[in-house]
């Protein structure tokens, strides 16, 4: 995160102090005097924010789409409602302690204090990320981070665990798991800033965290029921439409995510726009490259998809610190390393089936380890205030420091989901997956009341009767019997 402290200094010595404006927490009492003169000359940073703001948000149905895409249709539309109610529950985390936990002034070196509880003395001083920002604005924008990073994470219980389980650890996740990390990482106080590790916009918070708590997850839950293994059966997306709009949706929001990242408009923030949809161009053509080398010569819309996210993860933690073009390279070498990592679910004997540790585990890890290397300050001091060196600058001990955070971000999120998995897997109430009766029948019908994903009753009745193929197709009767077709039976699965 920069901080835009030169800027607004120069801003003040031309904008005229306001000095009946009381200095407090709140930034001044909106009763008594005019809050929004301290940031005179700067609403043009809060419109670009508040704009970031709006299009990260986007990323969270975005998710919801294309799980619900890549999933069996009977239980799509349980992560559809899942990317809805993710979003309700952090955000009355993140005004609860959420905020206090990862960006209180007061933080010590591992996690915040609670100085900030419901959100009290957040409105309008100066924010802790960036001077130019009111505090309710930077809390916005990050409550947003963090309500995509869980979003993320409950797909690792996809088609088997229940609903009401996985927003509880959403809630208890985020408290013990997200904020700890994101307060090492962009707090000023925080064990990692004072490293210095880089992380632009959430390599180690968002990506690295959430997959590998996401793996977590899968181990604790165990495989799906005749899925990945278990009877040599591999589910295909069932929706490659939803899957594509879903990542387009990701795509756009994501120049918020990291466009937004530095804190204010800059010639150092169009730079970031432009790395990531490099990055993101690039990681396609990664993906599909394999795919086409690996499957004679053959295209895959899902792996042109998923090389369009892992590139967009390997860009994450190094969009404001390297060049364009090494922004196609960092793009172009996380999708060919995620989809070279095809197999990984039987190395590990897993089931996680959404590829989130795939790539966002270890995209986040790729682009954590080259931003150490590409990092240079020829690109950070576009902003005019941060300067940061990386190994191509010649500071080669950067790369040890993002091996740091690496091992740390990963081993804590790890360990700690899998404690509060377990924990919560021994509560009354809490159990975490669905009986093999309802997985068999789809999580749609048993976690929800007359909604499904596509007319269901077609399939069921056709099932049923064993329709002549004709008949499905829409054509008479008598064309159907001279014609003799063979009979089909349709599966709704």
């Known amino acids: 995160m920069s901080v835009f402290s030169s800027m607004l200094a120069k801003r003040q ?35 670009y924010i508040a704009f970031c703001s709006a299009i990260v948000w986007l990323i969270i149905p975005g998710i919801g789409l294309l799980y619900g895409g890549l999933a069996r249709r009977k239980s ?38 609670l100085a900030n509880f419901g959100l009290r003395g957040v409105m309008s001083a100066p924010s802790i990320g960036s001077s130019a920002l009111p505090d309710i604005l930077f809390c916005f924008y990050q409550l947003l981070f963090c309500a995509c990073t869980v979003q993320i994470v409950v797909g690792g219980a996809f088609e088997r665990g229940r609903i009401l389980p996985s927003l509880v650890f959403g809630f208890c996740w985020a408290t013990v798991v997200y904020c700890p990390i994101a307060c090492w990482t962009w707090n000023p106080n925080g064990w990692l800033y004072q490293l210095p590790s880089l992380d632009f916009a959430g390599g180690g918070p968002v990506h690295i965290a959430s997959g590998c708590s996401a793996l977590a997850y899968a181990l604790v839950l165990g495989k799906r029921k005749g899925a990945n293994g278990e009877s040599g059966k591999t589910n295909k997306a069932h929706n490659v439409t939803l899957v594509f709009l879903g990542t387009v949706l990701i795509w756009f929001g994501w120049f918020g995510f990291n466009g937004g990242s530095t804190l204010g408009m800059s010639v150092r923030a169009l730079l970031v726009l432009f790395n990531t949809n490099a990055a993101a161009s690039a990681g396609v053509l990664g993906w599909v490259l394999v795919d086409y080398i690996k499957h004679d010569r ?25 060049s364009p073009w090494v922004a196609l390279v960092i793009g172009f070498l996380t999708g060919v390393g995620c989809a070279l990592m095809e197999n990984v679910d039987s190395w590990l004997n897993i089931d996680e089936g959404m590829d989130v540790f795939k790539l966002h585990g270890i995209g986040g890890m790729i682009g954590a380890f080259l931003t150490g290397i590409f990092a240079t300050s020829k ?54 997956r669905v009986t093999d ?17 596509g007319d269901r009753d077609i399939f069921e009745e056709l099932e049923r009767r064993q329709l002549p193929l004709g008949t499905l197709l829409g054509q008479s009767q008598a064309a159907s019997s001279e014609r003799a077709d063979p009979v089909v039976q349709v599966k709704a699965d």
């Open 13 to 47: 010595e031309e904008v005229p102090p306001v000095e009946e404006v009381p200095v407090d927490v709140w930034g001044g009492n909106p009763l008594e005097v005019n809050v929004n003169e301290q940031f005179a000359g700067l609403e043009f940073q809060h419109v």
């Open 437 to 453: 009766e309802a997985e068999e029948q789809g999580l749609d019908r048993d976690q929800f009341f007359d909604e499904e994903i």
């Open 379 to 432: 690109i950070s001091l576009l902003d005019g205030a941060t300067e940061v060196h990386g190994g191509i600058d010649g500071n080669g001990i950067q790369v040890g420091k993002q091996f740091a955070e690496i091992s740390a971000v990963a081993l804590y999120s790890f360990v700690v989901s899998c404690l509060l998995l377990l924990i919560m897997k021994y509560i009354p109430g809490l159990h975490l």
């Open 298 to 322: 053959r295209f895959s819309v899902v792996g042109a998809c998923e090389g369009a996210i892992a590139g967009l993860v390997g860009i994450t933690p190094g969009a404001g610190f390297v």
């Open 76 to 113: 799509a539309l349980a992560l559809l409602f899942q990317s809805f109610m993710v979003s309700a529950v952090i955000t009355f985390q993140w005004m609860f302690w959420g905020f206090s936990l990862a960006y209180s002034a007061s933080a010590g070196p591992f996690i915040g204090d």
